[in-house]
């Protein structure tokens, strides 16, 4: 289920734009026709280089192991558009909703995903149409199921070497 990325690729050379001037763009020439496919492959491939960039960024302020946390948050004035807020701490977070969790080897210089926690209305409808979840869809329903159950909140404390006292009577939803 984690997967591991080696921080050691090539920085890219990406041309940053505001969100204002592509939406300012699209507004006067209409959308663009790309398919969801190639969009998609660009949103990834610049999500990537975002989070090799704050590993590579974040690896001198901390020895050993760290964890970079991406947040992702909705434009209030642009309902379209989320942005994704890149940063690092040395102890793993709480897990919470539009998050998404690694974990960064200073050693090995690879980074771990933990998991990925989708918006609050996004978790339930996972968890209310469960068995209609799509299969490419299975992975993050697991992550939001061990979101519900307190299971990420447990290995958060297990990364940090916090003592768990586990509470069976709470749901974490």
Same mark, same amino acid.
């Given at each position: 289920?984690?997967?591991?990325? !080696?921080?050691?690729?090539?920085? $890219?050379?990406? !041309?940053?734009?505001?969100? *204002?001037?592509? $939406?300012?763009?699209?507004?006067? %020439?209409? =959308?663009?026709? #790309?398919?969801?496919? $190639?969009?998609?492959?660009?949103?990834?491939?610049?999500?990537?280089?975002?989070?090799?960039?704050?590993?590579?960024? #974040?690896?001198? !302020?901390?020895?050993?192991?760290?964890?970079?946390?991406?947040? %992702?948050? /909705?434009?209030?004035?642009?309902?379209?558009?989320?942005?994704?807020?890149?940063?690092?701490?040395?102890?793993? =977070?709480?897990?919470?909703?539009?998050? #998404?969790?690694?974990?960064? /080897?200073?050693?090995?210089?690879?980074?771990?995903?933990?998991?990925?926690?989708? #918006?609050?209305? $996004?978790?339930?409808?996972?968890? /209310? /149409?469960?068995?209609?979840?799509?299969? &490419?869809?299975?992975?993050?329903?697991?992550?939001?199921?061990?979101?519900?159950? *307190?299971?990420?909140?447990?290995?958060?404390?297990?990364?940090?070497?916090?003592? &768990? %006292? =586990?509470?069976? %009577?709470?749901?974490?939803?």
């Amino acid at each position: 289920m984690n997967q591991v990325y !080696s921080a050691k690729a090539a920085k $890219a050379k990406v !041309s940053k734009r505001t969100v *204002g001037q592509e $939406a300012l763009e699209i507004f006067k %020439t209409g =959308p663009q026709e #790309s398919s969801p496919v $190639a969009l998609q492959q660009e949103m990834t491939r610049e999500y990537y280089q975002n989070l090799v960039d704050c590993a590579l960024n #974040s690896r001198k !302020s901390f020895k050993g192991k760290f964890f970079i946390i991406v947040i %992702t948050k /909705n434009e209030r004035l642009l309902p379209n558009v989320f942005r994704n807020y890149f940063f690092a701490r040395r102890s793993c =977070p709480t897990p919470d909703y539009d998050q #998404s969790v690694f974990r960064y /080897n200073n050693l090995s210089e690879e980074i771990e995903y933990l998991w990925t926690i989708p #918006s609050q209305d $996004a978790c339930y409808h996972l968890l /209310n /149409n469960i068995n209609q979840v799509h299969r &490419d869809e299975h992975e993050l329903l697991s992550y939001v199921v061990d979101f519900k159950k *307190g299971k990420l909140f447990t290995l958060a404390k297990k990364l940090n070497g916090e003592k &768990d %006292t =586990p509470d069976t %009577t709470k749901e974490y939803m």
